[in-house]
């Protein structure tokens, strides 16, 4: 599982802006070319306007992966606005746009993404549950702890490769004990390596 790429930002940018806040939306919804939608993607985070969140939440399940990632950016950039909305299209059945939700809130520095992102850690997809962790991971809050810990035990090695970062990010004793545990039993050479670093 890779991680996301970072767009840089998109060509075409400056001609789409003098189109102005509606012009810009409707670009995102209706354009064909996906380098246009990207481009209002870009355009609607940059101007951080809270009237941008529900077309941008759309953005989220886009067929074109650039459109998709703007989207996120855009969504994170606009901040406390965009939790509520973000932390209920946690609940959309296209595991993509999830992932995508639980990337932008993540990117979101307030304590009200926590929760949203620990019951996330639970979903039935493992690109979901790895980026619920990666987005705890930068914000290294105590009440993920627990639902951390169980991670280490996920099926999917990128998972538990991402709930250790979390938990040494976070740390303290019950990770520690949590990570020696582990180490014992991590069958992946990758994810323990990662475990005894953390415990170093």
Known sequence: MAEPDTPDVPQGSEELEKQGFEGIVHALRESTDPKIRQCAAYLLGKAKNPRAIQPLIEALADLEKPVREQATLALSSIGK??????????????????????????????????????????????????????????????????????????????????????????????????????SFREPDEKVREAILEALI
Not at 156 to 180: C, D, F, H, P, S
């Open 81 to 182: 606005a965009a939790i509520k909305p973000l932390i209920e299209t946690l609940q959309e059945p296209k595991w993509q746009t999830r992932y995508r939700a639980a990337e932008a809130l993540g990117g979101i520095a307030d304590e009200n993404v926590v929760k949203p992102l620990i019951r996330t850690l639970k979903d039935n997809r493992d690109h979901v549950r790895y980026m619920a962790a990666k987005g705890l991971l930068g914000l290294e809050d105590s009440r993920a702890v627990e639902s951390l810990v169980i991670l280490l035990k996920d099926e999917n090695r990128y998972v538990r490769l991402m709930a250790v970062r979390a938990l040494a990010a976070i740390g303290g004793k019950t990770v520690e004990e949590a990570l020696t545990e582990a």
